[in-house]
């Protein structure tokens, strides 16, 4: 309550008079103490009218909601892909590199699509890094190809300055090509830590996170193998980025959360429906598979999570209001936190 002005009482010999002078004092502090409620009840009310006047905001502060540029076209320009996902109520969209950002371009292209995301009020949240690597896998036994393949994460790192994005996600490897084996296990633990250690200091100056994801390669298959596999670096440039739905084949993300905590960095919203026989089950829209949301969600407010939350969904050119959708449901699951 502010405070109330003193109020100077002449002393008087006749009770008549100290009565007179408590009448006073009484008097103002009644009235201080309207004006107060008054000003109070004023400052309430408006704030409750804005507040009605304002759209709902189901997702809690902690996290920012993200989209992955998959689901527009790719023909589709990509400064349109920044506004469209802003008008959809995203704050940040993960890129590619080697298609929506090509290697070969100059420096002032590379800023031209930085500032039109900035233009568009939308961050780049993450660049992802997969074609270079699917090309030139940091787990060849060919050192030239591995060169290769670390030249492209340079360029990437470089690029990502230039697009004020502060996270690569990175698909470095795989053990084989569907039933074909070509790299053993040990074998590519050993060359991507070796190659990644060469990244760390480029990452470091231009304060850019390495997180490599887990992801359909037959490599990283367990979340206590996650986790060795960043802890082996002792540096903060190199972390995870995790996907909830790639690991419910053989896993549960909630575990995975729990299991990998802060490591975690930039996070990939995906559902997936088991199949109740021996077959493979499959990706499926959000909300509509066997990933526990509740859980999930759960597990990212445990372990301190703060940051991007994005869906990857493919574009799907039979449903034009396929984004809206998507946006619709990764603000219901964000509301389960």
């Not at 008008?87 to 298609?99: K, L, M």
């Not at 002792?234 to 419910?248: A, C, E, R």
Request: proline fraction near 5%.
């Amino acid at each position: 309550m502010p405070e109330i002005t003193a109020i100077s009482v002449v002393c008087a010999t006749s009770a008549a008079d100290r009565v007179v002078s408590q009448s006073a004092i009484s008097l103002a502090k009644s009235k201080a103490q309207s004006r107060y409620t008054d000003l109070v009840n004023r400052r309430t009310f408006l704030a409750m009218s804005a507040g009605a006047a304002l759209p709902a905001t189901p997702q809690s502060a902690r996290f920012n909601k993200g989209i992955c540029s998959v689901i527009f076209p790719d023909s589709m320009p990509i400064a349109e892909k920044f506004r469209q996902a802003k008008n959809a109520g995203f704050e940040g969209i993960e890129v590619r590199f080697g298609d929506e950002i090509s290697p070969s371009l100059a420096p002032d292209e590379v800023k031209r699509i930085g500032d039109a995301a900035h233009e568009a009020g939308i961050r780049i949240a993450t660049m992802w890094i997969s074609g270079v690597f699917q090309k030139n896998p940091l787990n060849s036994s060919d050192p030239a190809v591995r060169a290769r393949g670390m030249e492209g994460l340079k360029k990437a790192i470089e690029f990502a300055t230039y697009l004020h994005c502060g996270a690569l996600l990175l698909y470095p490897c795989r053990l084989g090509n569907g039933a074909k084996f070509q790299f053993g296990y040990e074998d590519t633990w050993n060359r991507v830590t070796a190659e990644l250690r060469k990244a760390i200091p480029w990452a470091e100056e231009a304060k850019v996170l390495l997180d490599p994801e887990n992801v359909w390669n037959k490599f990283l298959v367990s979340p206590l193998e996650m986790r060795a596999f960043v802890d082996q670096f002792h540096s903060p440039w190199l972390q995870t980025h995790f996907d909830t739905g790639n690991v419910m084949q053989y896993g549960y993300p909630q575990d995975w959360i729990l299991t990998l905590g802060q490591r975690i960095k930039r996070v990939h919203l995906k559902d997936y429906k088991l199949s109740d026989r021996t077959e493979q089950g499959h990706f499926c829209d959000l909300l509509e598979g066997d990933v526990d949301w509740k859980e999930v969600m759960a597990a990212f407010v445990k372990v301190g999570y703060h940051g991007f939350l994005s869906p990857e969904i493919g574009h799907d050119p039979n449903d034009p209001d396929k984004l809206r959708k998507v946006s619709n449901a990764t603000d219901k699951i964000l509301a389960m936190a």
